[in-house]
């Protein structure tokens, strides 16, 4: 397999605590390059723009509202918003979605599970915290696997699951799983809506 180019990440504002702790998880992993740390929120466009990162992390706090993130979205649409906000709800998730995040993760999420988001997002993946998905097991994994991270890349470019089988080498029964844990994951029911999420 190719080796990858490094993802750049810009990080906005955080309480200290959590500031240190998405430096040294960013720092620490190889495959990533911290272009921005610790942005003001009046300069984030502005930073953003200067550094062109593939992955901006952002503190939901510091958004005056939802329509900031649009606006961000719309000024930067080629580097993926992840949003950190302490309890999201729901409904906050889904509309920051809808607004242009590519995830909503809390910022209690575990440090592995926020690496594996922003190489997600890095990728077009969207990515959401358990809760967001109504009627799902509490003890299920909120993201995404590789694995399933690769299913959802060939469902989403419109392969069928014989394609999908073929070309990761596995049964289509296997496609089927991973297919149903992903829709379950990500709150869709059918192909299209997953396709519409892309």
Known sequence: MPSRTAVR????????????????????????????????????????????????????????????????????PDTRLVVLANRPTPSECRQMLAFGATACLAKSTEARDVLHAIHLASRGLHVLPPATIDGADASAPDLLTPREAEVLELLQSGRSNAEIAYTLQVSIETVRSHARRIYRKLGVRTRRELRARH
Do not use: K, M, Q, Y
Request: hydrophobic share 45%; aromatic share 2%; proline share 1%.
């Open 9 to 76: 990440v810009a990080v906005a504002r955080f309480e200290d605590i959590v500031a240190h702790g998405l430096r040294a998880l960013i720092t620490d992993d190889d495959n990533l390059e911290l272009v921005a740390d610790g942005i003001d929120h009046d300069a984030l466009s502005r930073e953003l723009a200067r550094t062109r990162p593939d992955v901006a992390l952002l503190n939901f706090g510091s958004l005056s509202s939802t329509i900031e993130l649009r606006e961000l979205h719309r000024l930067h």
